[in-house]
C-alpha cells in the first residue's frame, strides 16, 4: 500500500509518498480547482458539487477520519489529510490525482502536459458520443424521408423534411472532422510523452556528471609498463 500524504503550506500543498514528492502551488490549483473543476464540467465530481459549488464549503457532509481510500490503478493508496486544516477550493482526490500522474523524477510542467491530455481525452470522448448521436439521428431521417416519399406525400413537406435531413448531415459530418482531429492530438500527444518517458528509462547511466559513479583515472605501474613496450 502507497501512502500519499498531502501537506498543507503557506503558498501550497506538497503531495508527498515514498516514491516521489511534488509541490503544487495555490496559483497554480487554483486554474483546476472546483471554480473550474473538470469533473463538476463532466459530472464526476466525488461529492456531487455543481455550478459555484467549492469544497468543503459546499459538501454536504464532513470528513469524519483523516485518511480515505481511493484506488489509483491496480493499487489501493491511503490519502492522508491532516485533520487540522481541510484543503480550500480544491478537494484532496483532485490532488491525489494529479500526484499520480507524476513520476519519480517528473516535473510540474509534465504533471500538467499530462493533465491537459487528460482534458482532451475527457472532451474527445464527449464529442464522438455527439457523433454518434448525430449519426442515428441521420439514420432514422433518411429512413423517415423514404416513407414521405414511397407514399407519395406533398412535394412541400418531402421538401422540408430533405432539407432537414441536409443540414442534420451537415453537422453529423461537422461533428465528425472535430472529433477526428481532436482525437488525432491526444493519440499524438500521448506517444510523445510515452517516447519521452521510454527514452529516459532506455538511457544508461554514464559515469561523470551522469551518475554517481566516478571514473578512476589511476593508471597502475603494470599498465604504463605494457604501455611502454
Known amino acids: 500500500m502507497n501512502e500519499l500524504t498531502i501537506i498543507p503550506q503557506n503558498d501550497g500543498f506538497l503531495a508527498s509518498s515514498e516514491e516521489k514528492s511534488i509541490f503544487f502551488p495555490n496559483a497554480e490549483l487554483l486554474n483546476v480547482g472546483c471554480k473550474n473543476c473538470?469533473?463538476?464540467?463532466?459530472?464526476?465530481?466525488?461529492?456531487?458539487?455543481?455550478?459555484?459549488?467549492?469544497?468543503?464549503?459546499?459538501?454536504?457532509?464532513?470528513?469524519?477520519?483523516?485518511?480515505?481510500?481511493?484506488?489509483?490503478?491496480?493499487?489501493?493508496?491511503?490519502?492522508?489529510?491532516?485533520?487540522?486544516?481541510?484543503p480550500n477550493g480544491i478537494c484532496p482526490?483532485?490532488?491525489?490525482?494529479?500526484?499520480?500522474?507524476?513520476?519519480?523524477?517528473?516535473?510540474?510542467?509534465?504533471?500538467?502536459?499530462?493533465?491537459?491530455?487528460?482534458?482532451?481525452?475527457?472532451?474527445?470522448?464527449?464529442?464522438?458520443?455527439?457523433?454518434?448521436?448525430?449519426?442515428?439521428?441521420?439514420?432514422?431521417?433518411?429512413?423517415?424521408?423514404?416513407?414521405?416519399?414511397?407514399?407519395?406525400?406533398?412535394?412541400?413537406?418531402?421538401?422540408?423534411?430533405?432539407?432537414?435531413?441536409?443540414?442534420?448531415?451537415?453537422?453529423?459530418?461537422?461533428a465528425k472532422l472535430w472529433w477526428a482531429r481532436l482525437n488525432q492530438h491526444v493519440i499524438s500527444s500521448m506517444q510523445k510523452i510515452n517516447d519521452r518517458e521510454a527514452k529516459q528509462s532506455d538511457t544508461p547511466k554514464l559515469a561523470g556528471i551522469h551518475s554517481s559513479g566516478t571514473i578512476n583515472f589511476n593508471i597502475t605501474k603494470e599498465v604504463k609498463q605494457i604501455e611502454e613496450k
Open 93 to 174: 482526490e483532485m490532488i491525489q490525482f494529479l500526484s499520480s500522474l507524476a513520476d519519480k523524477n517528473s516535473t510540474l510542467t509534465e504533471v500538467w502536459e499530462k493533465f491537459h491530455v487528460y482534458k482532451a481525452r475527457l472532451q474527445e470522448s464527449v464529442d464522438y458520443a455527439d457523433f454518434i448521436k448525430l449519426n442515428k439521428e441521420v439514420r432514422e431521417l433518411e429512413n423517415f424521408f423514404r416513407t414521405l416519399k414511397d407514399e407519395g406525400l406533398n412535394e412541400e413537406e418531402i421538401q422540408k423534411q430533405g432539407d432537414i435531413l441536409e443540414r442534420l448531415k451537415m453537422d453529423r459530418n461537422a
Open 38 to 86: 473538470i469533473w463538476k464540467l463532466h459530472n464526476q465530481c466525488p461529492y456531487g458539487l455543481v455550478d459555484e459549488q467549492s469544497y468543503p464549503k459546499d459538501i454536504s457532509f464532513f470528513l469524519a477520519k483523516s485518511k480515505r481510500i481511493v484506488e489509483e490503478k491496480e493499487n489501493i493508496a491511503t490519502i492522508t489529510i491532516p485533520e487540522e486544516t481541510i
